[in-house]
């Protein structure tokens, strides 16, 4: 599946990125960032729209703070200190990892250990 999404903040030069390529979507300034290895990306809408479309199709996001949705899939290390999701993979350098609420931490970590078991 592809999503449309706009590298300019108001949203003009469309173009599509596959979703299996999102890290994770984060509301700043009242504007939804997609996060890819390539850069960040704007799409409209809300978290929660994004999280019951992703779910719907069967991918592995999940609310990791009020403001992060984070593809499980893609994370490659968990840092239990600073309560953060890393999605580095060798290929391209500064990639932002994506922060964890405390409270949702252990949550996380353990779907993300249930899905590397499977």
Known sequence: MYVSVTRD???????SI???DILFLETSQNRILVHTNDGVYYVPN??????????????????VDRCSIANL????????????LHFDDG??????????ARRHYRKVAKKIEEMRKA
């Not at 903040?9 to 173009?15: A, H």
């Not at 899939?73 to 953060?84: A, G, H």
């Open 18 to 20: 596959h979703v299996d």
């Open 9 to 15: 903040v108001e949203g003009s030069g469309m173009e």
């Open 46 to 63: 809300t978290l929660e729209r994004w999280m019951r479309a992703f779910d719907s199709i069967g991918q592995q996001f999940e609310m």
């Open 91 to 100: 290929s391209s350098e500064g990639v932002k990892p994506c922060n964890v």
């Open 73 to 84: 899939k893609r994370v490659t290390r968990l840092d239990p200190v600073w309560c953060r």
